[in-house]
Antibody, heavy 120, light 109 residues
Framework: QVQLQESGPGLVKPSETLSLTCTVS????????WSWIRQPAGKGLEWIGR???????NYNPSLKSRVTMSVDTSKNQFSLKLSSVTAADTAVYYC??????????????WGQGTLVTVSS | SSELTQDPAVSVALGQTVRITCQGD??????ASWYQQKPGQAPVLVIY???NRPSGIPDRFSGSSSGNTASLTITGAQAEDEADYYC????????????FGGGTKLTVL
């Protein structure tokens, strides 16, 4: 059973960079797409972006200028950096495995989520 | 369009059937996938593709699609089905971006 676990600071100051890592266990990170998704309190899900194990990325156009994703296959980890954060970036951040096949695109495994608060 | 629209709230009597819908242009090209999210928990995939259930998802959950509308049907809703439900699909603009619906709060009466 594939498991994902987010890790990183729970508190980030405004204008600084949010950094999170997702560790994948129970399976290889290779040959899959991996994504970050966030959810502000009481609101819906927002896709941040995806990364393939080759390092190829696609980002949400609304966040593209501030997002960087990377992958470390030797550690079975992938990471998110979101720069110049504001209070609007306060949310629960999830990592998830992304699958795309036969005209369907879905997230089959999710981490438990980690709350990141942007505050001074 | 890159938007998916869901009704904010739906209710169903215990044991009855409920349909939760998701509308968007991208659904003319791609199937929707559906997630159940209970308070304080991560979303769980319940339906993907034409009508596929991951292992462990009860068969009272089913999916369908027509035109620009996808539907998640729960046949014989149980108390434990009370949750938020989100649809997602790929952006129809040609970019490999992902879009989510705004979510539907299902109340089981």
């Amino acid at each position: 059973q594939v498991q994902l676990q987010e890790s990183g600071p729970g508190l980030v100051k405004p204008s600084e960079t949010l950094s999170l890592t997702c560790t994948v266990s129970g399976g290889s990170i290779s040959s899959y797409y991996w994504s970050w998704i966030r959810q502000p309190a009481g609101k819906g899900l927002e896709w941040i972006g995806r990364i393939y194990t080759s390092g190829s990325t696609n980002y949400n156009p609304s966040l593209k200028s501030r997002v960087t994703m990377s992958v470390d296959t030797s550690k079975n980890q992938f990471s998110l950096k979101l720069s110049s954060v504001t209070a609007a970036d306060t949310a629960v951040y999830y990592c998830a495995r992304y699958r795309g096949e036969l005209s369907t695109y879905y997230f089959d495994y999710w981490g438990q989520g980690t709350l990141v608060t942007v505050s001074s | 369009s890159s938007e998916l629209t869901q009704d904010p709230a739906v209710s169903v009597a215990l044991g009855q059937t409920v349909r939760i819908t998701c509308q968007g242009d991208s659904l003319r090209s791609y199937y929707a996938s559906w997630y159940q999210q209970k308070p304080g928990q991560a979303p769980v995939l319940v339906i993907y593709g034409k009508n596929n259930r991951p292992s462990g998802i009860p068969d009272r959950f089913s999916g369908s699609s027509s035109g620009n509308t996808a539907s998640l049907t729960i046949t014989g809703a149980q108390a434990e089905d009370e949750a938020d439900y989100y649809c997602n699909s790929r952006d129809s603009s040609g970019n490999p971006n992902v879009v989510f619906g705004g979510g539907t709060k299902l109340t089981v009466l």
